[in-house]
């Protein structure tokens, strides 16, 4: 049954088949006749272009200024070695309604953007989807990138250090040398 229907599918494939015949070709007009060079005209060092006007984001985000920012580690055993990316975070916009859920106390906001941040990943896969679309989750590497990135969107942005930590070196032997101070004692029971 099925070889008796080949014949006729290959028949009404070929209708739709291109021959030689029906190509044509048409000569490319000479670009440099025209007094037009093929060649982009170079941009100065350090311009960037405006990604924003294409990305299809609402309007209201483009007048909205965002923070760049290092988030604080997390308190586990390896927030050191994670906590090394930089952030992009929209403003609590002023007038957005805030409330709190009668039934289950969270805290709600009018705003949209309120609990939404940008964070890029050196994976490829980021950098992809990074450079098709604008990613709801990016980390930066660097300070420098988040900027770039700012300044290719076209929004108003201001950085925020990250706090330097004070780490004091601590030894178990301080804790029974003598200090001219009251006696802590420590009770067992």
Known sequence: ????????????????AST?????????????AEGQSHVPAERPEGAVTQAGVVSGAPDELHR??????????SPTSSAKGTSHHWRIDWDILQGAGRWENP???????GDYMQG???????SLLTRLLRMLTLCIHT???SKEDAIVFAEKQGWEYYCQEPQVQKFVTKSYANNYGYQPKKLRIHHTK
């Open 1 to 16: 049954m099925l070889s008796l229907r080949l014949p006729t599918l290959r028949s009404k494939a070929r209708t739709f």
């Open 103 to 109: 039934l289950m106390g969270w805290a709600s906001s």
């Open 64 to 73: 909205r200024p965002i923070r760049i920012y290092r988030p604080a580690p």
């Open 20 to 32: 030689a015949r029906a190509a044509t070709n048409i000569p490319v007009r000479a670009v440099e």
């Open 139 to 141: 980390q930066f590497n």
């Open 116 to 122: 939404t941040h940008l964070k890029v990943g050196p």
